[in-house]
C-alpha cells in the first residue's frame, strides 16, 4: 500500500523556520521524483519545489527561492523541506507528491501557519 505522510507543520511567527518531512512506503521511492505543493484557502494548489529521484537536480516557485531547501534521503525514504524566512504568505496545507511516468501519488498534507 502507497503511503505518503508529511509531517513538521505547525504554528510558527514571522521570520521563524520549519522543516517538514514526508516519509514513503510502498513503492520504489528512489525512482520517484518528489515534490512539495501547497495550497492556499481559496486558492490552487502549486508547486513549490521539486528534486529528481537521486536528488541531482531541484527547482523551486520564484517566491521561495532562496528561503526554502527542497532534500531527499533515498537510505530512508523521506523527503524534506526546510523552510526559512517564513512570512504569512506562505499559510497554506503543505502536500508530498511523488511521480514516475504515469503514477502519481499524494499525502495527506500538513498545514503550515505563519502568523505573530
Known amino acids: 500500500q502507497v503511503q505518503l505522510v508529511e509531517s513538521g507543520g505547525g504554528l510558527v511567527q514571522p521570520g521563524g523556520s520549519l522543516r517538514l518531512s514526508c516519509a514513503a512506503s510502498?513503492?520504489?521511492?528512489?525512482?520517484?521524483?518528489m515534490s512539495w505543493y501547497r495550497q492556499a484557502p481559496g486558492k490552487e494548489r502549486e508547486l513549490v519545489a521539486d528534486?529528481?529521484?537521486?536528488?541531482?537536480?531541484?527547482g523551486y516557485a520564484d517566491s521561495v527561492k532562496g528561503r526554502f531547501t527542497i532534500s531527499r534521503d533515498n537510505a530512508k525514504n523521506t523527503v524534506y523541506l526546510q523552510m526559512n524566512s517564513l512570512k504569512p504568505e506562505v499559510t497554506a496545507v503543505y502536500y508530498c507528491?511523488?511521480?514516475?511516468?504515469?503514477?502519481?501519488?499524494w499525502g495527506q498534507g500538513t498545514q503550515v501557519t505563519v502568523s505573530s
Open positions: 510502498g513503492f520504489t521511492f528512489s525512482s520517484y521524483a
Open positions: 507528491n511523488a511521480r514516475w511516468y504515469a503514477y502519481n501519488y
Open positions: 528534486i529528481t529521484n537521486a536528488g541531482g537536480s531541484t
